[in-house]
């Protein structure tokens, strides 16, 4: 049971160039999402998607698109990469059924270093 | 707008001592409220909290809620160096989204 999964653990990427984060989870859970992570910032949510075949907007969704190929994989595309979005970004999944099943587990994570 | 707000920003203490951590919020349809805890990674998941005045406890760390104040905190007794690290807070509300706080820093002096 790995929990979710990223890859790949780091990146740099020369502005303009295109890049997509890939994220796996195998705990059958219904919602997925990436977040962005910058000093003083905190995490800020990029895109989430409730359920398979679903996915909206987050705070920060500008520069970034996403897709929910199936129950377990969401990924996160670049499709022209920034200085400003040289980030840590995590993935994380939970399951929203009953409030107390609100426990969102997060990914090791990507550093990503645009030039 | 929903927000959460985690004070202080960073705190340093001795091993040993007793600290307090708060996590205020403005949400609308609260549903729960969760900590974590940040070294260097991915956060890893604390404590999870629905019903007002119900202390959650695991071995030195334990956290409360107050639903009516709209705030909790998350208590470390005889902290250890191993304690160091970035607290986080986030309230989950009738939408999908969580809403983070920026965290504590906690930093243990041996």
């Known amino acids: 049971n790995a929990g979710v999964t990223q890859t790949p653990k780091f990146q740099v990427l020369k502005t303009g160039q295109s890049m997509t984060l890939q994220c796996a989870q195998d705990?059958?859970?219904?919602?997925m999402y990436w977040y962005r992570q910058d000093p003083g910032m905190g995490l800020r949510l990029i895109y989430y998607?409730?359920?398979?075949?679903?996915?909206d907007k987050g705070e920060v969704p500008n520069g970034y698109n996403v897709s929910r190929l199936n129950k377990r994989e969401f990924s996160l595309r670049l499709e022209s990469a920034a200085p400003s979005q040289t980030s840590v970004y995590f993935c994380?999944?939970?399951?929203?059924?009953?409030?107390?099943?609100?426990?969102?587990?997060f990914g090791p994570g990507t550093r990503l270093t645009v030039l | 707008e929903d927000k959460v707000v985690q004070s202080p920003l960073s705190l340093v203490v001795h091993e040993g001592d007793t600290v307090t951590l708060n996590c205020s919020y403005e949400?609308?349809?609260?549903?729960?409220l969760l900590w974590y805890k940040q070294e260097k990674k991915a956060p890893t998941f604390l404590f999870m909290l629905t019903s007002s005045g119900i202390e959650k406890k695991s071995g030195r760390l334990s956290s409360i809620l107050d639903k009516k104040e709209l705030f909790s905190i998350l208590n470390i007794t005889a902290t250890q160096t191993g304690d160091s690290a970035v607290y986080l807070c986030?309230?989950?509300?009738?939408?999908?989204?969580?809403?983070f706080g920026t965290g504590t820093r906690l930093k243990v002096l041996a």
């Open positions: 949400v609308t349809n609260f549903r729960s």
């Open positions: 994380a999944s939970s399951d929203r059924g009953l409030p107390e099943e609100d426990t969102q587990y």
């Open positions: 705990m059958n859970h219904n919602s």
């Open positions: 986030a309230v989950t509300s009738g939408t999908y989204k969580y809403i």
């Open positions: 998607s409730a359920s398979e075949g679903t996915t």
